[in-house]
């Protein structure tokens, strides 16, 4: 049963179901860095006793950067674009908690129009998450379909992005005071014809995967994390609110023009994997009607706030938080005065997301474990920063 | 509840604790021997969620930043700790806010900060035998992979 590469360790006290009496000792089998369903870099150490998982270990710093380290010797304007690099998913609202960071300790105003440019970046970006995270879900679940059809929808997002911002990933438009430039003319025209694309594709999704029998066996009742446990361990984003535990940010703290914004903070009280899943796809309809109430009525005027061209930051400590696609991203900034930050830390969602995983996996089958990994949306980058 | 009252409720409690409004939330600087039992009270009191740990190095002594919150009052509460800077120690928290674990092992290993009684204190994301220097002190020195500006 047990192949020589794999290490054996203590005498388990349990004896397996249909053991017949034989002891079996623990297994531990290394998940990654390499594999497909970590999507990055991420290394698991799983004890498993047969089937059963007794303990996930992570082991991290595989892509570890030192972006805090890094920021240190960046000013106020070049660091925002390092942390692009940390969720490469939700670059665009990592850019957005770092400008919010920097104007709310200059007290710079941002004109009302860039306001509306960043909360339509930002809902584009999320359903660009969403939607990969959907199609890479059910790969994980060994759906292979879906994959291909995330990308088609996701696709004419980067398009998007790419016209106003020059590139399709790490889309470096922000700048403290408002967006480095105006969107492009066609913007307008091919938002709507997106959202008028997406909102067919939509129930093909919930046809294809959510009502899918096999799929809904493979992700409820697995991986149940409790909302005590949620807000213990600092989950956040969708994954919490799968738990029922009311975290988003856009809701709680409203920045921008969120607060006159009309969308309902998604809530599903089940806990497990299933319930993660269904809370990200119902997002992806409010984030789609968010930008169906801002994306014909842009106001006119300034797209960025005059600032300085070297930015000082009183001496002080300014936090901001903001809902990525992935849970709360928390920039916590240490000014002395100076032209760089004396310290950052960046609060990431995923760092908090992830620690949670031995939690739910004890006693769950190791066959389940993409799928509580895949419904906690990790993103590596964001974890190892 | 406002930063007032949460401020008079808090003074009333904790008579030793000092009080900063620097920033947008109420700061409660506390000593180290306080802070243990500090926290069960404050977990007790309803801040159940602790969405940010950090520490900072003032080159002159270390700070560990605590940001705490509850989830049915949302009136954040930031927590300040001094700490030696030749000898780091202070009591870990993960037995209070589980996410206090993973935060506390990313603040030890690059920062040099024992926690003491922490359940799992070993390397986290620096590579296995990685010894003395911590990264994100301000005396770390890399000549190799560090490019000064």
Redesign the interface.
Known sequence: MYSETMILNERSQIPPSGGGGAVFDDMIINVGPQHPATHGVLHLVITLNGETIKKVEPHLGYIHRSIEKMCESLSFRQFIYVTSKMDYLSSHINNHGCCLCVEQGLQIEVPQKAQVIRVLMDELTRIASHVLWWGAMAMDVGALTPFFLSFREREMINDIMEESCGTRLTMNYMVPGGVMADVHPNFVRRVNEFISHFKSKIDEYDELVTNNIIFQNRTKGVGVLSKEDAISFGVTGPAARGSGVRCDIRKLYPYEIYSQLNFEEVIETAGDSFARYVVRLRELRQSMHIIEQLINTIPEGDFQAKTKAVLKLPKGEFYSRIETARGEFGVYIVSEGGTTPYRIKFRSPGFSNLSVLDHIARGGKIGDLVAMMGTLDLVIPDIDR | MNKEEQKLKLQEQYPSATFDE????LVMNISVADWLATAQALRTAGY?????L?C??FKTHFTM?Y?LES?TE?TPLVIKVQLERNNPEIETVSHI???A???ER?VYELFGVNFLNHPDLRL????DGWEGKN??RKD?EDNVNMI??
């Open positions: 620097i920033g947008q939330w159940d969620y602790m969405f940010c950090t900072v190095d930043v940001h989830t949302r806010w589980r996410t674990e993973f935060h990313e986290l994301i620096l590579p990264p994100l770390f000064k500006l």
